[in-house]
């Protein structure tokens, strides 16, 4: 069993930046990758950003790809999403996900999910 707590979402402006954590606990949860996906309203949740705990390898949605940063600290069992550029598309509620040994990028990859958190990006 994988615990996935987000936090650190929020209203900003267009141009803003923002930067989500998700804590993640559980026996098992170093055998995990995390990954972001995110639903805006009346579409269906899409993949954003994903990484493992147990070397560099990263994977990121062409959407946000050179604007958003994905990052862990092993310590804290903790994974970021830093949004930079923010866009008012990118408003929806952010989740983090956990899938065993690879990263997951399709909701069916999914073990776990968290309860998501909101981000609000205004023109």
């Known amino acids: 069993q994988v615990q996935l707590v987000e936090s650190g979402g929020g209203l900003v402006q267009a141009g803003d930046s923002l930067r989500l954590s998700c804590a993640a606990s559980?026996?098992?949860?170093?055998?995990?990758?995390i990954s972001w996906f995110r639903q805006a309203p009346g579409l269906e949740r899409e993949f954003v950003a994903g990484?493992?705990?147990?070397?560099?390898?990263?994977n990121y949605a062409e959407t946000v790809n050179g604007r958003f940063t994905i990052s862990k600290d092993n310590d804290k069992n903790t994974v970021y999403l830093q949004m930079d550029s923010l866009k008012p598309e990118d408003t929806a509620v952010y989740y983090c996900?956990?899938?065993?040994?690879?990263?997951?990028?399709?909701?069916?990859?999914?073990?776990?999910w968290g309860q998501g958190t909101q981000v609000t990006v205004s023109p």
């Open positions: 559980g026996r098992t949860v170093r055998y995990y990758t």
């Open positions: 996900a956990a899938r065993k040994w690879t990263i997951a990028t399709t909701l069916g990859d999914v073990d776990y």
């Open positions: 990484i493992r705990w147990t070397n560099t390898d990263t």
